[in-house]
Nanobody, 124 residues
Framework: QVQLVESGGDSVQAGGSLRLSCAAS????????MGWFRQAPGNEREWVAL????????AYADSVKGRFTISRDNARNTLDLQMSGLKAEDTAMYYC?????????????????WGQGTQVTVSP
């Protein structure tokens, strides 16, 4: 079991940067693919970035590629999302999530453990 708590969300101007963090507790974090997802009002939850259990492989949605970086520290049970060059369309509630295993998926329904979310608001 793993519990996830996000932090770092804020209101920033376009072009700014933020670093989101996800603190995990439990005994399966290091064996789970982790992902960052986001959901804006009226939209479906979408994947943003994924990282394999060992941190060797990452994937990014086209909308954030080149601007966001996902990382994890299995020794500290933390997951981060470094965001730069923020755009108004990045405004959303951001969630970290753990898959049930080391394999990563883009579909949110493949992740069975979620944090409470942290709000990112980017003003144009």
């Amino acid at each position: 079991q793993v519990q996830l708590v996000e932090s770092g969300g804020d209101s920033v101007q376009a072009g700014g940067s933020l670093r989101l963090s996800c603190a995990a507790s439990g005994d399966t974090f290091s064996r789970s693919c982790m992902g960052w997802f986001r959901q804006a009002p009226g939209n479906e939850r979408e994947w943003v970035a994924l990282i394999s259990a060992g941190g060797d492989n990452t994937a990014y949605a086209d909308s954030v590629k080149g601007r966001f970086t996902i990382s994890r520290d299995n020794a500290r049970n933390t997951l981060d999302l470094q965001m730069s060059g923020l755009k108004a369309e990045d405004t959303a509630m951001y969630y970290c999530a753990a898959a049930n295993g080391g394999r990563c998926y883009v579909a949110p329904n493949k992740y069975d453990r979620w944090g409470q979310g942290t709000q990112v608001t980017v003003s144009p």
